[in-house]
């Protein structure tokens, strides 16, 4: 591709793509994530051969730059963010009135999500946050659809086994009490 195509096709993303970086690596360093994953863009732009194609490349890039993130290979061994803020209005809107039981089951949520190894995690939130298909996933991630659907089956059930145990505990079921 030319590599003045670049910024007309890759810009446009740039908010899209902070967001999905701060999905995987946490508000605190989506921008350098997501400025990391430019620079390898522009790097590999030559490659790219269908401009209708930048998107799902784009968050291959990133997804890529997130996990070696993850992994410490950018200095220090990060600790695991949650891929939401609080202080974000659409983050407290998706929690719903503090003191509610569905507040109270998206934080039980929200903190099974994180606590998940990150090739599971990562594909949780592809599917369910940012909306892509097994084979999306795939595709970006570089791995079969195959091993995408095992993530995802292998994740939700660990996710249930997570959250259900949770729902019985006492502070729960007076919060459930307390709704009705």
């Known amino acids: 591709m030319d590599q003045a195509r670049y910024a007309p096709c890759v810009m446009p993303h740039l908010p899209w793509l902070i967001r999905a970086a701060a999905a995987l690596v946490g508000m605190a360093d989506a921008e350098d994530a997501a400025q990391e994953a430019l620079l390898r863009a522009w790097h590999a732009w030559p490659a790219l051969r269908d401009e209708a194609a930048v998107r799902l490349w784009l968050l291959r890039i990133v997804s890529h730059v997130c996990l070696d993130w993850q992994r410490g290979r950018f200095g220090t061994e990060r600790e695991r963010t949650a891929f939401w803020r609080d202080d974000l209005p659409e983050s407290l809107a998706l ?22 190894d990150t090739p599971l995690r990562v594909v949780v939130i592809l599917r369910f946050y940012a909306g892509l298909n097994a084979t999306e996933i795939g595709a ?9 659907r095992s ?15 949770l729902a019985s505990t006492p502070q729960h079921a007076a919060q459930e009490a307390a709704d009705v």
């Open 151 to 165: 993530r995802l089956r292998r994740a939700l059930t660990l996710l249930r086994d997570s959250i259900i145990p």
């Open 140 to 148: 970006m991630l570089a791995i079969p659809t195959g091993t995408v």
């Open 95 to 116: 929690l719903g009135d503090a003191g509610s039981s569905d507040h109270t089951a998206r934080l039980d949520l929200r903190q099974a999500v994180t606590a998940l």
